[in-house]
């Protein structure tokens, strides 16, 4: 499956962007889909996950509340809605799919990843 992540640009601190991710290639529909994020010189870290039937989603600590993960499988497409954005929330974005079809932070589940797309929140 191929994964394409957009959405990305330079915000204000406080303000608001929608991450998109569309599947091709195959339908994730069966998948579990995870947001995932890079900063400069920092390793990889997990954000979110949303299990194969949008049931069970999963947060890291730092952006519960704030961020919003959710799926539409008819379109192949995952979103994470990202408000109250700080300075810290600057990073590549990631998305990728998980066969096992349950949400998890475990990076090592997800196989296929998309490209990634900036997000710059300014101060």
């Known amino acids: 499956v191929q994964l394409q992540a957009s959405g990305g640009g330079l915000v204000q601190a406080g303000g608001s962007l929608r991450l998109s991710c569309a599947a091709s290639g195959r339908t994730v529909s069966g998948y579990a889909m995870g947001w995932f994020r890079q900063a400069p010189g920092e390793e990889r870290e997990y954000v979110a996950a949303i299990s194969w039937n949008g049931g069970g989603t999963d947060y890291v600590d730092s952006v519960k509340g704030r961020f919003t993960i959710s799926r539409d499988n008819a379109k192949n497409t995952v979103y994470l809605s990202m408000n109250s954005l700080k300075p810290e929330d600057t990073a590549v974005y990631y998305c990728?799919?998980?066969?096992?079809?349950?949400?998890?932070?475990?990076?090592?589940?997800?196989?296929?990843w998309g490209q990634g797309t900036q997000v710059t929140v300014s101060s």
């Open positions: 990728a799919a998980a066969p096992r079809g349950i949400a998890t932070m475990n990076i090592w589940e997800y196989d296929s």
